[in-house]
Each structure stands twice: as C-alpha cells, then as structure tokens.
C-alpha cells in the first residue's frame, strides 16, 4: 500500500480567516469537495465558490449559538474511518458517512480574549469544543487525513499537493498530526491556567505548560546542546516581543542576557529619570540612571568597563543618537530599548553584527506573571518576584540614619539586587552601581568581589580611593554574620540596605554602630539563583 492518499473532501472552520479565501480557491482548483461551518462557509460563498454546509450534511442545523455544529458521526465517521478497514468501510456505506481527507481549523480566539482582558462569561464563550474534538480526531486518522490548525502551513499544503499531484504523503501528515496535538494541548494549556486563575488556585493538581516557536537556535547555551525559543503568548514586553533591526541571528545565552537587561532597566521610570543596565552572563556589570540616556550610559560602563565588553545594554528610554555612538565605542553584543531616533539607526547601521531590539513599551515590574524552572523529573512554579520596597516601608536600625542622599542611593542598590544572582551585593553612588558581587557561595565573598572591582576601577580610572568610598551597598538577603558589613565598611561603604530577620541581627546592628553606619532594614529578601 502507497503512503500517498488524495484529498478529494475537506472540511474548513475557521475563526482566522487569515488566508481563507486563497486557500479555498487552490483547493477548489484542484477538484477538493469543500465543506464549511457558519461564517467560515458564508465567507467561501461570498467568494463565489461552491461550498456544502456541514448541517446539510449532518442533517441538523447548527444551534445553542453555534455551540452544537460538528458533533456528528457524519462529521467524526468522515474523520475517523479507516479506508483499509473492510468493517469502517461498510459503515461508511450503509451509514452515508463521506470520507474527510483534510481538515482545516483554527480554535476560537481564547488566547486573544484573555489578553484583552475579557470577562468570566466571554472567557467562557470563547472555550472551543467542536474544533479541539475534530482536530483530535482527524489528528488520531494522519494514517489518511491531513489535518491544519496553523495558517503557516496553508502554503505548505498547497506544495505538497503539488508535489504529489494531489495527493500527500504519511510522513507530511505526520508533522500536521504533531502540530496539531501541540495546538490542543497549547490551547487547554492556556484553558486551564486561566481558570486555576479565576479561581485563585495557587497550586492546581496539575499543571500545563505550553509555547509557541518563536525560533530555532544555533545551539545552546554551549555548541553541543541543541536549542529553540518558545513564546509564552503572555505578550510581556520584552525580547519576546522585540523586533529586530539589525544583526546575527539572537543565540541563546543573547535572548536569556537580554532578557535579565531589560527587566532590571524597566524597574527604573522612564518619566522619572533615564537609566542604562548593562549585563553580562544575566548578571548586572553595570546600573545607573541620569538626566540624559549617554549619562547613564557612562555611568554604568564606568562600573566595570571590562565585564561590559562584548555585554548586553538596556536602555529604558528610546534610543538617541549621542547615546547609539558612545555604545558603538566598544564591542557590544546586543542593545534593546523602547524605541530609537533615525538617526541612531543609521549610526548602529555601520555596526552589522550589534543586534538592536526595540520594542514599543517596558515590561511592568510589578505585573505578577508565572515563572517556571525545570528540574530533574519536574518543575518548579513560582510566582516572578514583583517585590517593591519603597521609602515608607524602610525601618532604620542604626544610631545613625541616612541621609536623604543616601537613602536615594540605598533604594537604587536595592532595586539592582534584586537582579544579581544570589549571595548579592551592590555598592552604589551617585545613582550608578560602582561594585557588584555575584553568585558567591558567600555573603563575604560577594562582598569582597564587589570592593575588589570598585578598586580597580578606581585604579583604571585614575583615582586615588575606591569607587566604594562613600557608597551605599545592598544586600540581596540578610547578614548572618557582622563580617560581610565590616567587609562593605572597611570597602568604604557608609550606609546599608538589607532584609534583616537573622538570628544575629542585634550583633550585626552592633557591628554597623561601632563603624558609623547607618542601616535600614527591608524585611523583604530578593534571593534569585
């Protein structure tokens, strides 16, 4: 037996009508009988061609608002049967059952009107039934039947018909299977997270998770790991959603770095201040905000001019023109922001391999959105740390308290913490990151990489005393111990932001007492692994 079969029948439902008209007009063409559903098959006749609805063929029309259509054995036995099965066959027979060869449905618009925001009884109205069971069905029988869910692949069809004069082969209505399932599956996904949604179901028995295929890798985040990105449908602004001027094609270890840039970037307000994040290896090298965008710039990369070559550079304002050229002064991989004039366009132009991203808003730091992490044999679900402290919320410690200078640089380091991978520790002055301390196994050993790097830089620059002079730090947990603060202290630090809640904190207040500093304690943590 051929693993090729024609297509002489097909069924086409669609809430997209995205490519319809074309599509029908090719299959026609090609003498494929078409059957249609409600405003799919109005569509078709408008067009001029000749359609046959599945209620004349059903013997029943549709009703309950078009909630019973296609749930008929005329419809599922069209789909369902198998040609080379004697008993299907005579069923076919003496029920009048027409076989289906290809079916054509895209689901109600479910994703869209949840991200408009739509009420329970729309949400509701938009779950479809009749599609996902037909597309499980024609998917189940890819022995015989094509089934397309994606407009993507309308063209594809069409090539394979030609390929094979009308007919297809087993392998293509393989693929058309997989996608298929993957859509049903995307879209319960997509149902039953809405749903332990509304019904504020923190931990639902299960659980799906679901994407769409934004773009295959090169590799991973090494060159013998393979690798794809997936988009969540959630439309967060963000590297996701970004369009792409310029530049190679993104890898993985750009879209994940980039991603961390323009989260920590969007902490800052646009129409507040301009702010510049710099990241290498999803770690911030370098944070700072100005009155202008190349300011900020300047500020961050005289954080660590060395970790910032060859990094990823956030902006939360649109990119300008003065800022595109201090960028373009050294290597940099990837810039994203909110927009960019023509002007640095064409600067950025010269540069073919700098990626540019812009996208047309920042994501919302305080928006509560799923985050996922896998783990061997599962996977962890957590809500995205929105966490905001504000000046209200602090509760000074020490003796000494900040002073209002002080304070705007504490609230600053914090806001960076939260974006260094734990243990975290951030020295900042003069609105701009001037040490940061990374991913160590100690709150000390952060500490001291963190001073270690304001002294060079210091030294870089041509200074006489460490950036850390003078500087608040933060720390992404609490101090178990007074030594990482004597480490901040002996670095130059003045004035610490921390969480507080250690069983030694009457030691560690002591400790910041006796070395003059001023202390606020959070009694929030930001740890991030």
């Given at each position: ?17 995205t490519g319809l008209i074309e599509l029908g007009k090719s299959l026609a063409q090609r003498g494929v009988e078409l059957l249609s559903t409600g405003g799919t098959a109005k ?32 419809v599922h036995g069209g789909l369902l049967a198998l040609r080379d099965n004697d008993a299907h066959v005579a069923a076919m027979n003496e029920h009048g059952i027409g076989a ?153 270890n750009n879209i994940n770095d980039t991603d961390a840039a323009y989260e920590l970037v969007a902490e800052f307000d646009p129409s507040e201040t301009a702010a510049v994040a ?252």
């Open positions: 037996m051929t693993d090729l079969h024609p297509v002489r029948r097909a069924l086409l439902s669609v809430s997209d009508k569509a078709l006749r408008d067009a001029g061609l000749e359609v046959k609805d599945v209620s004349d063929v059903t013997g029943f029309p549709e009703m309950m608002d078009g909630r019973v259509k296609t749930l008929h054995p005329m289906i060869d290809l079916l054509v449905v895209n689901l109600y618009p479910f994703e869209a009107a949840l991200a408009r925001g739509a009420d329970y009884d729309e949400m509701i109205e938009n779950i479809d039934i009749g599609g996902p069971a037909m597309i499980r069905a024609a998917s189940k029988n890819h022995l015989f039947v094509n089934v397309v869910t994606d407009v993507e692949d309308y063209d594809t069809l069409l090539a394979e018909l030609d390929a094979n004069e009308g007919q297809t082969s087993y392998v293509f209505r393989q693929r058309l299977a997989q996608t298929a399932y993957a859509r049903t599956a995307a879209y319960d996904a997509a149902v039953s997270n809405w749903m332990a949604g509304a019904l504020e179901l923190e931990a639902p028995r299960r659980r799906a998770f679901a994407g769409e295929l934004k773009q295959t890798l090169r590799y991973g985040e090494n060159s013998h790991q393979t690798a794809a990105f997936y988009t969540d449908g959630s439309n967060r602004p963000g590297v996701a959603t970004a369009v792409q001027l310029q530049g190679k094609e993104l890898s993985y710099i990241i290498k290896h999803a770690n911030p090298c370098g944070v700072a905000r100005g009155a202008t965008l190349v300011e900020a710039y300047q500020k961050a990369f005289d954080c660590d001019r060395t970790s910032a070559f060859g990094g990823i550079v956030a902006l939360n304002q649109p990119l300008d023109a003065e800022t595109a050229a201090k960028i373009t002064e050294i290597f940099t991989e990837v810039v994203i922001a909110p927009g960019a004039s023509e002007e640095a366009k064409e600067i950025f132009a010269a540069k073919k391999n700098l990626r540019l991203l812009l996208t047309d808003a920042l994501p919302d730091p305080r928006k509560a959105i799923t985050a996922y992490k896998q783990v061997a044999g599962g996977m962890l679900v957590q809500d995205k740390d929105v966490g905001y402290i504000g000046m209200e919320d602090l509760k000074v410690v020490t003796e000494k308290a900040p002073t209002d200078e002080q304070m705007q640089d504490l609230l600053f380091a914090w806001k960076v913490a939260k974006h260094v991978k734990s243990n975290a520790i951030v020295y900042v002055k003069g609105d701009a990151t001037v040490g940061v301390g990374a991913g160590q196994m100690s709150r000390l050993d952060s500490a001291n990489v963190a001073a270690a790097k304001a002294q060079r830089m210091a030294d870089e620059l041509g200074l006489d005393e460490s950036l850390a002079k003078g500087s608040a730090v933060a720390s992404d947990a609490f101090f178990p111990f007074p030594d990482g603060l004597l480490e901040a202290a002996a670095a130059g630090a003045t004035c610490v932001i921390q969480p507080g809640g250690s069983m030694r904190d009457d030691e560690v207040i002591k400790a910041a007492n006796e070395a003059g500093l001023a202390m606020v304690f959070t009694g929030m943590r930001h740890f991030r692994h």
